[in-house]
Nanobody, 129 residues
Framework: QVQLVESGGGLVQAGGSLRLSCAAS????????MGWFRRAPGKEREFVAA???????????EYADSVRGRSSISTDSAKNTVYLQMNSLRPEDTAVYYCAADLNLSRSLMMREGAYTYWGRGTQVTVSS
């Protein structure tokens, strides 16, 4: 089993920044793909960003169009933690942000919530206008 715990959410004004963290524990060797998804009030959960390790210090990442250019996903393998840095936040970024993990997801699958086995409980991000 893999346990994921998100942190770093909060209330921020539009234009501000937040860095979300997702700490993994347990059988972390069984995953190399980490994703962030979010669910806004009254909406379906949607993809935000994902990153996959391909060996050594090589990674590739994907971003949703809605956050590309404003967000950056990164990982610290020594800490088993993945980060989502979000800048220029907008009120429409308000949502519960979830971390997800799995193993060897392709570029297309890493953007699909159904492809992930492990999920955290989420952290609330609220952006005020």
């Amino acid at each position: 089993q893999v346990q994921l715990v998100e942190s770093g959410g909060g209330l921020v004004q539009a234009g501000g920044s937040l860095r979300l963290s997702c700490a993994a524990s347990g059988r972390t060797f069984s995953m190399n793909t980490m994703g962030w998804f979010r669910r806004a009030p009254g909406k379906e959960r949607e993809f935000v960003a994902a990153i996959r390790g391909t060996g050594g210090n090589t990674y590739y990442a994907e971003y949703a169009d809605s956050v590309r250019g404003r967000s950056s996903i990164s990982t610290d393998s020594a800490k088993n933690t993945v980060y989502l840095q979000m800048n220029s936040l907008r009120p429409e970024d308000t949502a519960v942000y979830y971390c997800a993990a799995d193993l060897n997801l392709s570029r297309s699958l890493m953007m699909r919530e159904g492809a992930y086995t492990y999920w955290g409980r989420g952290t609330q991000v609220t952006v005020s206008s």
